[in-house]
Nanobody
Framework: QVQLVESGGGLVQPGGSLRLSCAAS????????MGWYRQGPGKQRELVAS???????TYADSVKGRFTISRDNAKNTWYLQMYSLKPEDTAVYYC????????WGQGTQVTVSS
């Protein structure tokens, strides 16, 4: 079982940047892909970015050009670099092992507000 722990959330002004981290521990051999999801107030959880073991990335249209997903294999850590943040990016952000039945992290709050 993989344990995922997110960090890096916080309060940022519109136009600002944050970098979220997702550290994996436990039995993570064979993780094929990792995703970052978010759930805003009153909204459904949505996939905003994913990355495969080969480095192929996908992004939701709402974050393309502003968010970058990456990974550091040596640290067993995945990242979500977020630029040009908007109030509508306010949400709890979760990382998830995208294998069937994969683990979720506990989430980290991102609030974009002046």
């Amino acid at each position: 079982q993989v344990q995922l722990v997110e960090s890096g959330g916080g309060l940022v002004q519109p136009g600002g940047s944050l970098r979220l981290s997702c550290a994996a521990s436990g039995s993570f051999f064979g993780i094929y892909a990792m995703g970052w999801y978010r759930q805003g107030p009153g909204k459904q959880r949505e996939l905003v970015a994913s990355i495969t073991s080969s480095g192929t990335t996908t992004y939701a249209d709402s974050v393309k050009g502003r968010f970058t997903i990456s990974r550091d294999n040596a640290k067993n850590t995945w990242y979500l670099q977020m630029y040009s943040l908007k109030p509508e990016d306010t949400a709890v952000y979760y990382c998830k092992d995208l294998r069937p039945g994969g683990s979720w992290g506990q989430g980290t709050q991102v609030t974009v507000s002046s």
